[in-house]
């Protein structure tokens, strides 16, 4: 079992920041890939920010404003998100795809339990 604990979110201005967290734990051997997706009410999911090994991927809504960092010997990801809009507002979801046993032949993914974001004067 794997759980994904998020922290962070809340209400902010327009152009304001915030910081969220991610932290992984449980029976993890190998993560392969951890980020962030974000919903917003009536809409799909979508990818804000995703490491990949150690490559990153941002959504072209957000780049220049968020950037996504790690701590691998916590297996945590984070997100801090700049100069924000009323269109980020949405339930962030943290992500991980995750191998659980060394023999299994492909990752699994798990999710967090999301925390809102806020955007709003």
């Known amino acids: 079992q794997v759980q994904l604990v998020e922290s962070g979110g809340g209400l902010v201005q327009p152009g304001g920041s915030l910081s969220l967290s991610c932290a992984a734990s449980?029976?993890?051997?190998?993560?392969?890939?951890m980020g962030w997706y974000r919903q917003a009410p009536g809409k799909e999911r979508e990818l804000v920010a995703m490491?990949?090994?150690?490559?990153?991927n941002y959504a072209d809504s957000v780049k220049g404003r968020f950037t996504i960092s790690r701590d691998n010997a916590k297996n945590t990801v984070y997100l801090q998100m700049n100069s924000l809009k009323p269109e980020d507002t949405a339930v962030y979801y943290c992500?991980?795809?995750?191998?659980?046993?060394?023999?299994?032949?492909?990752?699994?993914?798990?999710w967090g339990q999301g925390t809102q974001v806020t955007v709003s004067s």
């Open positions: 992500n991980a795809r995750v191998k659980t046993r060394p023999w299994s032949p492909e990752p699994y993914d798990f």
């Open positions: 490491f990949t090994g150690d490559s990153t």
């Open positions: 449980g029976r993890i051997f190998r993560i392969n890939a």
